[in-house]
């Protein structure tokens, strides 16, 4: 069970710390805003009213022992940048901070953060992605040029084994998973074939992604 820090209570902050404890992991919260705290005491470990850019006010709740840390803060883009270099400075493993833009993301990266992330574009791209190919039910984008899809199978793949579509051969993505009602083959075989309203998921380089999204 991993510890994680989640600094900044907004949205997408508490969104992040509920869904982290709800799956049973260690979570610390901290923002300035009092009523937050209050909010969200009863979801998480630790719910603690700070200023996340007083090194030692996080040397005292002993940041340095958590695995994780999520910078949130997005109304103040020093405090957001000055709390991801003290976590860095104080020992924390691995930083995640929300930014605004392509800028403020460089400026987190040269500063140590780990993972840069941009909540609002990446929802937008899968809103996107999601409107331009039909069979295409979402869309993860985990490194710059890779991303799993999860697709519904098209009329052209029902019937057919994974080995006669070809998708690692012909195109090299993998299907990681394939979705049927409620049961989920998380190791699908060469020789297991795709049903009416089977759903898969599909991980691989977006170009080639991008080849079998409208697969018909």
Sequence with gaps: MKQ???VGLGRFGSSVAKTLA????DVLTIDENHQKIQDISNYVTHAVEADATDEEALKTLGVRN????IVSIGDNLHANILCTLILKELGVPYVIVKAQDNLHGKVLTKVGADRVVYPERDMGERIA????SSNVLD???FAPDYSVVEILASSKMVGKSLARLEF????DVNVMAIKRGKHLNMSPGANDKILENDTLLVMGKNENLDKIRNFE
């Design 139 to 141: 869309y993860l984008e």
């Design 4 to 6: 994680f820090i989640v």
């Design 168 to 171: 690692r051969s012909k195109y």
């Design 22 to 25: 709800d799956n049973g992991h």
């Design 129 to 132: 992605h999601n409107l331009i």
């Design 66 to 69: 958590f695995d994780v840390a």
